[in-house]
């Protein structure tokens, strides 16, 4: 016991002599010269030093909710998006072109109609301010890696060409004027992906603030095509695009400059963006063709052709008073492909010749957010209008006329497709009617569209393409945890396949695919 009293006392006199090293004295003198020279300071208007440098390195170097994340240079943000669905689908165990009696065409829709659950989007996304003039932007989504999964709003896709696999993948043994059987099994169980790597999405340098109401981008990003294509996906209306949507949802490589007036100050990249007279004009490699959007996204120009884009928007109506009226149009084009002169498989058509070809789009939405008694209501319409040329060996002829070594269309002419979109909601969050509490996160919406997604060799002319409308009709719900942060979508999708009854030498079957879609989303 008197061992650790002896301790203690000696602990108490060790701090004791260590305080009273640490009390110095200031003289009264230097006191006051120091008030003295604080007086002169502040006649003379000069501020005093400060010391929130201190304070704002202390706060830079927490971590949590809300902390800045410390980058070597300029500020870092990071934001990302997570969608699951579960989706159920009418079963149907015969395909679009099955034709088994006529043309001897085997296509079963099994594992197009199987129920499940997907990750349909986990993107994430950095954006880098290196100084008030640059910004860079990088995105990457794993989930686009996946392949095998219906699509919506028809199962069949927005591009439904064919059973057979695509070029990179043609079964060139198969004897001529057939349909391989085992090539369609291997495609309809998701066994090909083919085009190029799709996890990539955004990586682009945006470059902004020093020309007035002007910013210039250069990279990869969605050429400025239509409205809905290029919207974020976690903030769509329904739980998918529009199959008029899909078109445009696409992302290019090149360099686009973008004007904004009326209303915007142009004085920083975050002003930039909300006037109401908006342009863009772009210029992009244009690798591929428009009837395969997604396909040119992070793959060498197939030409030194490049493609021109130029788009418009328009809010003549922006107030509470009169209610919100979007209208907006764009184009996009330019030549397609090195040019054949005989079709891709050897075999040429009489008369015909294929230089590169010239392909184009054009777009036209208008939206309007209702004002006063009516706040809440909204409605959206877009068109599209494609022509272009199919990739060499992705169009099936079920006469199996066509030069390609399963009867398929060889190197086809141009065409064009066409389809447009009308959609409604009413959000009563954001209602004049004041609904009770548990109202206010709903919205109710329904869209019709219809799109030519359908294509197939003509009958006389297998290089020339025939196409068909896929009619969709989708109501549904959202529910509204945190905004579009937090939030539950539900459709059912009423599907309307084509009927070809102009000749009995084409058989379509009519395949029951209305689905069912829920999308469970968190965006950050």
């Known amino acids: 016991m008197q061992k650790w009293a002896k301790l203690y006392i000696a602990a108490l006199i060790v701090l004791g002599s260590v305080a009273s090293a640490m009390a110095v004295e200031v003289p009264q003198a230097e006191w006051e010269r120091m008030k003295q020279r604080m007086a002169e300071l502040e006649s003379r208007g000069a501020s005093m030093p400060s010391t929130s440098s201190m304070v704002d390195v202390a706060m830079d170097s927490k971590y949590g ?7 070597k240079t300029g500020k870092l943000t990071i934001s990302g998006l997570v969608q699951v669905w579960y989706y159920a689908i009418s079963q149907s165990e015969r395909g679009f072109f099955d034709d088994p009696v006529v043309n001897g065409i085997p296509d079963n829709n099994r594992t197009q109609a199987n129920n499940g659950f997907r990750i349909r989007r986990t993107e994430l996304k950095f954006t880098a301010d ?114 008029v949507g899909f078109q445009a949802d696409n992302r290019d490589l090149g360099m686009s400059i973008h004007g904004s007036w009326w209303n915007d100050c142009g004085c920083d990249h975050s002003s930039i963006g909300n006037g109401r007279f908006q342009y863009w004009l772009g210029v992009f490699d244009g690798a591929g063709t428009y009837f395969d959007p997604g396909q040119m996204q992070n793959r060498p120009d197939t030409n030194n052709h490049k493609d021109l884009n130029a788009r418009l928007l328009i809010r003549p109506l922006w107030s509470d008073c009169l209610g919100h009226l979007e209208i907006g149009g764009s ?109 206010k996160p709903v919205e109710l919406l329904a869209r019709y569209d219809q799109f030519q997604n359908i294509s197939t060799a003509d009958l006389v002319r297998p290089d020339q393409t025939d196409r068909f409308y896929t009619k969709v009709w989708t109501v549904g719900m959202n529910y509204y945890v945190c905004g579009h942060n937090a939030k539950v979508q539900a459709n059912y999708n009423m599907v309307d396949l084509p009927n070809e009854a102009s000749s009995p030498a084409r058989v379509f079957h009519t395949v029951h695919n209305d689905s069912f879609v829920i999308n469970f989303q968190v965006m950050f």
């Not at 909710?65 to 980058?71: E, F, L, Q, R, S």
């Not at 470059?207 to 400025?224: A, E, M």
Request: charged content about 15%; aromatic content about 10%; overall charge negative.
């Open 65 to 71: 909710p809300g902390a800045n994340v410390t980058t």
């Open 130 to 243: 290196i100084n008030e003039n640059i910004t860079g932007v990088v995105m990457i989504d794993p989930a686009r890696e996946a392949a095998g999964f219906p699509q919506f709003p028809s199962n069949l896709g927005n591009n439904k060409k064919q059973n057979l696999v695509s070029p990179e993948f043609n079964d060139a043994n198969g004897p001529a004027g057939a349909v391989n059987t085992s090539t369609i099994a291997a495609v309809q169980n998701g066994a090909f992906g083919g085009g190029p790597p799709r996890l990539l999405q955004d990586a682009y340098i945006n470059w902004h603030g020093c020309l007035p109401h002007h910013d210039i981008q250069i990279g990869q990003f969605k050429p400025w095509v239509g409205e809905e294509g290029i919207r974020s996906s976690g903030e769509l209306d329904f739980v998918e695009r529009s199959m």
């Open 331 to 439: 184009f996009m084009g330019g030549r397609h492909g090195e040019g054949h002169n005989n079709d891709v498989f050897g075999t040429p058509y009489d008369g015909l010749n294929r230089p590169i070809e010239w392909a184009e789009r054009w777009n036209a939405w208008a939206s309007y957010m209702a004002p006063g008694a009516l706040s809440g209501l909204w409605l959206r319409g877009e068109w599209t209008w494609i022509k272009d040329r199919e990739v060499p060996g992705t169009v099936i002829d079920v006469l199996s006329a066509g030069t390609g070594p399963n009867g398929q269309q060889g190197v086809g002419e141009t065409y064009s497709k066409q389809g447009y979109y009308g959609a409604i909601g009413y959000n009563f969050g954001k209602s004049h009617i004041c609904p009770p509490g548990w109202l």
